[in-house]
């Protein structure tokens, strides 16, 4: 059975910092790139940042680069966010997501049920 299962949300103020975890299961994680998105109420989901399936190369949104960074270790089957500065506007439910291209146009991909954030003094 595959799983993804998200952990690390929580209530922060302002400037505060969490880590999310993303642990993968029934899958063989380490061929998934990982994606982090975010969904605040009343708004789209959004791609926040990715690592590849080897760790090698990150990528962020404008919006949180510099205070996100996402990591993997695929020994532990695990996906990490951490996320520091952390204002009002970083709240929302955030998704792991693992993604591999198989065919042109064709994706599998495997979701997290989704962890809260909210910042809030």
């Known amino acids: 059975q595959v799983q993804l299962v998200e952990s690390g949300g929580g209530f922060v103020q302002p400037g505060g910092s969490l880590r999310l975890s993303c642990v993968g299961s029934?899958?063989?994680?380490?061929?998934?790139?990982l994606r982090w998105y975010r969904q605040a109420p009343g708004k789209e989901r959004e791609l926040v940042a990715l690592?590849?399936?080897?760790?090698?190369?990150?990528n962020y949104a404008d919006s949180v680069k510099g205070r996100f960074t996402t990591s993997r270790d695929n020994a532990k089957n695990t996906a990490y966010l951490q996320m520091n500065s952390l204002n009002p506007e970083d709240t929302a439910v955030y998704y792991c997501?693992?993604?591999?291209?198989?065919?042109?146009?064709?994706?599998?991909?495997?979701w997290g049920q989704g962890t809260q954030v909210t910042v809030s003094s």
């Open positions: 997501n693992a993604n591999r291209p198989l065919l042109p146009g064709y994706d599998v991909n495997y």
């Open positions: 029934g899958f063989t994680f380490s061929s998934y790139r």
């Open positions: 690592v590849t399936s080897t760790g090698g190369v990150t």
